[in-house]
């Protein structure tokens, strides 16, 4: 949750209704399913069930996902848009990108 929020005065839960309240998207449910790809607590929103998938990730502020594959050749694959804060990605044997 990367809203730039520095009042140290917010809780945490304010800080996060806060952050809710500039996004686009809703922020979600803890996303314990896939707790294993992410370091601390990620939140999970469906934003899409049409013909393809499409889901709000958010990472509470410090987090980072874990890096993993999703093999496009047996229907994974992934489309990423980062709607805030900075993110990373790399293609199979290259170099992360920002």
Not at 14 to 39: E, R, V, W
Request: hydrophobic residues 35%.
């Amino acid at each position: 949750m990367s809203s730039g929020i520095t009042d140290s005065s917010l809780t945490s839960e304010d800080a996060k209704a806060a952050h809710a309240a500039s996004m686009l998207f809703p922020i979600g449910a803890p996303n314990n399913g896939f707790a294993q790809y992410f370091t601390g607590q990620s939140y999970l929103a469906p934003v899409s069930g049409g013909q393809v998938g499409i889901f709000n990730v958010t990472l509470e502020p410090g987090r980072r996902n874990n890096w993993h594959i999703h093999h496009a050749d047996k229907g994974g694959g992934q489309i990423l848009i980062c709607v805030g804060g900075r993110g990373y990605y790399q293609e199979w044997a290259r170099t992360p990108s920002r």
